[in-house]
């Protein structure tokens, strides 16, 4: 196996050479993070799945009425366990990668919409260190979806590190997606009667029920903005301008703007070759010492 600091310093290279593209808002794919020799390695000595851990995490617990439902995701959560992935943890949590993703997508360029916006970079502008590189290994299962949505006010920068063993997934990466006006947000109408419908829910103490589940994830429940998907705006609003490939060893990141909806959608159908897409995804998020989000699944 390749030695450490040089799988690091290759990934950094990477990083360092992204090109950012600006539709439809700053971003950048690279084909091969890690060194190609590595990928196979690290793919091929992954740990068994009984290391994982039953996960829920937003976008899990889709299409109750087809077999691609799966009411939660795989995680393998501290990855020092694993001799390979530990080296692909050091690397996402050294400061050297915050750094760089940091300076890339603070960078002003004439004419660019924002990357970092303005009132993030108190976080690690001028050595300030008040942010924390958060990742888990995990698998999304057939069903995972989460409609068009811009990432919550915490993330600095968003990073997906795609971790599939050949093509078969390919069309099942991330959409970045455009609105088809200035404001794609719910009406004060909308937005009234999703809270309606949300407190009815759970004054009733039905907010776990499988109706409620196939409401909220219901193009009805995307219309009010139900349950979790309030945060998530209709599907018919946008335009998929690009997609960032769910192909071995892609990388995809951008910094969360006002500008920044993207979505996914892992309608796989049973006769796919993979059934399952494997993934690092992390944040550089606000705060010190913080941790992710993902939760383990009461099943």
Excluded at 54 to 81: C, F, I, M, Q
Excluded at 270 to 291: H, L, Y
């Amino acid at each position: 196996m390749r030695d450490a600091a040089e799988i690091k310093q290759y990934v950094l290279n990477q990083l360092e050479n992204a090109e950012i593209q600006d539709d439809p808002y700053p971003h950048f794919i690279i084909d091969g993070l890690l060194p190609e020799d590595f990928y196979q390695e690290l793919i091929s000595h992954l740990p068994d799945r009984a290391d994982y851990q039953k996960v829920t995490y937003p976008g899990t617990g889709h299409d109750p009425e087809t077999g691609n439902y799966h009411d939660y995701g795989w995680a393998y959560r501290d990855l020092s366990k694993n001799t390979h992935l530990a080296i692909v943890g050091d690397i996402f949590g050294s400061d050297e990668f915050s750094r760089l993703m940091l300076d890339k997508f603070s960078a002003a360029a004439p004419g660019r919409k924002m990357g970092i916006p303005e009132k993030k970079h108190k976080f690690f502008k001028d050595g300030a260190e008040d942010f924390t590189s958060v990742y888990d290994h995990q698998i999304d299962l057939p069903g995972y979806e989460i409609a068009p949505h811009r990432d919550i006010e915490g993330k600095i920068v968003t990073y997906l590190f795609y971790m599939t063993a050949d093509d078969s997934l390919e069309r099942y990466g991330t959409y970045l997606c455009k609105p088809h006006s200035d404001n794609p947000s719910r009406s004060g109408w909308e937005k009234f009667v999703g809270r309606f419908l949300s407190k009815l829910f759970r004054y009733t103490g039905m907010r776990n029920s499988k109706l409620f589940k196939r409401m909220e994830h219901s193009r009805f429940g995307l219309k009010y903005g139900i349950g979790a998907s309030v945060n998530w705006l209709p599907w018919e609003k946008f335009d998929l301008s690009a997609q960032a490939p769910a192909l071995p060893n892609h990388l995809l990141s951008f910094a969360p703007n006002e500008h920044s909806y993207h979505a996914v959608r892992l309608d796989i159908p049973a006769d796919n070759p993979s059934q399952e897409r494997p993934m690092v995804r992390g944040f550089i998020r606000d705060g010190k010492d913080t941790s992710n989000w993902i939760r383990s699944a009461k099943i």
